[in-house]
């Protein structure tokens, strides 16, 4: 712990540049944490690559059927890696 940050026994009264500090500290900290879930996905649904791409289910169909596309079908449902 930091000495100029206080414990929960201290007898040192909290002032409010301390909570503007710890304020800030904790925004920083979730907003790393926001930033290291927020990874691309790895697989992406049928409906998610014709969005992106612009393209008609037809031609993703297309894609898939001449190797244009590699893809993975689990369970029924097809994933295209990113």
Known sequence: MESNQHNLFSKTPLT?????????????????LILIKEKP???LRSSEVI???HISAG?????????????????????YNQ
């Open 16 to 32: 409010q540049r301390d909570l503007q500090d710890f304020k800030n500290t904790l925004i920083l900290e979730i907003k790393e």
């Open 41 to 43: 996905k790895k697989w």
């Open 51 to 53: 969005d992106i791409l």
């Open 59 to 79: 031609t993703l169909q297309k894609f898939r059927c001449n190797k244009t596309l590699s893809f993975t079908k689990l369970g029924g449902i097809i994933y």
